[in-house]
């Protein structure tokens, strides 16, 4: 059987090989550094707004597809519905990013009617997973989450169960689940919390990595290593959000599998 | 009585104690800029596009509103005049930055609608204030000011005194007035000219000082010599737009109230 | 008759000293770094979505228009066919940055049609060059080229030939042609495709170059040397992603019309 960390390291091989299309429906703060951690990892993005393209490209040649919710009115709501749909016809593996459930009603919703198409992994705060997984909690201040991640795993099993998903809830500690096995993640710097959009962009790496493993689990314990061990390595040389940022990228343009295999800190919970 | 030094420096005491949530509504082109600027002076950015979602956030936990007509369309004006009066209800502050008010006209019509709903500060250029004023003056080329901003001090001490709110005119100098009393500032660089949403996410500072300061006066004398400051230091070893962009950023991050209370050059106006 | 590396030094030069307004219609990704590359050469941006607006700012001071359809949405679709034809009627030049057209049939519609209204110029990749001449050839994958810049050579001179537009296609080489004469430039390097929005920001700097030049050829053969070698020399310092972005806004910034005279790979097709 595969160490978590093999796993990380081969799902980065298969990325860089395969170099996944990745059609991001996301919120209009991070366009730009989602696509730049896409490419700077090795995928391919794609952005677009018009509901027949985006079933188009599914249909062509779209490996994988981030659903987005943070800055979500009712046209995109409507295309975010249409386009899981259509991905599920295409055959195209989706994760769910639902930034600031449970705190605004609109978003909450619409998130919960998402769902109804099943994901291959969903990523959130403990407050975010805690809320869609409609149990009691902790509702989150803004975009940042109140409740700690190891809080929210009793809840991340049970949406994991309930979808069929993969569930990464991102905190100090990363939890990865899918209901059944659950591994952490420990790499990682709290500067990565002060550049907008680095976790909304994890939600990218997600679908580039499900588009690159065996499983959505194995996709989200490599998630959760290539972008923490890249933003230690960032942060290590670059202690301000400023020049961070630009580390960061090329931190995950330097990344090797075999980093992974001798960095990454990921244990496979009792 | 207080130094204007003192203020700028107690108000980013307070700002980096109470991480003010600032909801922004802003143009398509700095929604990044503007949440890494906010991120790393100390605030916690939101950005929201539906109006419900803003009503509610406005009551849960905002302690600030920006609106930014730079990038203004139908639909976002509509959700700007409802947000301004949700945001007065729910008793939060809110900034209005009139990009490039007085050269176009749909958004002169739509600043003028706005402004029945009194903000807490106005931040513009010599040709913005003056145009928002109702006075004659030099038009705008652009969102760039055809006027020096000493041209527009009689006019933002009308607008202050017409609105209620402090009006902070940026340029080589700054001038800030609540129609009674003047400062001036004259930290900065023209290089902050040259990076795009400089001052765009200038007006997200003014929100979060608003929500950190007794009064929005405070807040603007605050914000002048906070990104000034910053901008002058990141110019002084990064020359170039693109180094220059991360250095502010990071300069942001370091700035502590002791090199306010030193470096700042606020004058108070005779 | 002037050499290519003296028209390309003699556009810049031009530029710098006129400073053209730029209306940018363009896609939600790279409006900020279209806005910080138009700046860093010399330029001033103005992004629009209004068309009342775009339609008085054409006519108060805009120098230059670019359409990009990155990602087009209906709305977006008709403001774009109502500038083009209020460019024309002002006197505007616009330049066509036809993204993924070929691959996705809506855009492809859009942008035939939007050809009814001459541009100044056309930028794309060899599959978007191929598809808007008609011609049979293959698909790019995503916003990706899957063809070479020299096998789109007959397409672009049957484009210019057809539209009267200067065609600039690029890749590894670039190709300008007006259907008669065609300039290749070699100048760049590989890792300006690694980061979001540098193609499409070249589709301003076209804009600004046509603005600047005695023909829409002229400023095409300028566009590809400025940005060619101020990308080449960015990657010399730093070859990873993220800090190659903020060196390559500096180089823009520190290019000289001497060093386009001296080291600038245009060469004249025989």
């Known amino acids: 059987m595969k160490t978590p960390n093999q796993i990380a390291a081969e799902v980065l091989t298969t990325l860089r090989n395969k170099r996944p299309l990745i059609l991001n429906l996301t919120n209009?703060?991070?366009q730009s550094i989602t696509a730049n951690m896409l490419l700077a990892v090795g995928g391919v993005p794609v952005m677009l707004t018009h509901s027949e393209e985006i079933r188009d490209l599914l249909h062509i040649?779209?490996?994988g597809m981030l659903v987005n919710v943070g800055t979500l009115n009712e046209q995109?709501?409507?295309t975010m519905k249409t386009a899981v749909r259509d991905a599920a016809k295409a055959g195209v593996p989706w994760v769910l990013d639902p930034v600031a459930v449970g705190l605004l009603?609109?978003?909450t919703e619409v998130?919960?009617?998402l769902l109804s198409t099943?994901?291959?992994m969903i990523r959130g705060n403990a407050s975010e997973i805690i809320a869609l997984a409609g149990a009691q909690g902790a509702l989150c201040r803004g975009v940042e989450s109140a409740a700690d991640s190891a809080a929210a795993l009793p809840a991340a099993q049970?949406?994991?169960r309930k979808t069929g998903a993969a569930v990464l809830v991102t905190g100090e500690t990363d939890y990865i689940t899918d209901g059944a096995r659950t591994i952490t993640c420990t790499n990682g710097h709290e500067i990565m919390t002060r550049v907008t959009g680095v976790g909304c962009a994890m939600g990218a790496l997600c679908a580039a990595c499900v588009a690159s493993a065996d499983t959505a689990f194995d996709a989200a314990v490599a998630t959760a290593a290539i972008l923490g061990l890249a933003g230690e390595r960032a942060a290590a040389t670059c202690p301000h959000p400023g020049t961070f940022a630009a580390a960061l990228l090329d931190e995950l343009d330097k990344l090797t599998p075999q980093a992974l295999q001798n960095d990454a800190r990921l244990t496979e919970a009792p």
């Open 105 to 107: 009603k609109f978003r």
């Open 118 to 120: 099943p994901p291959a």
């Open 28 to 30: 209009n703060v991070v």
């Open 111 to 113: 998130c919960n009617e």
């Open 158 to 160: 049970a949406l994991a």
């Open 76 to 78: 995109q709501a409507h």
């Open 61 to 63: 040649c779209a490996n």
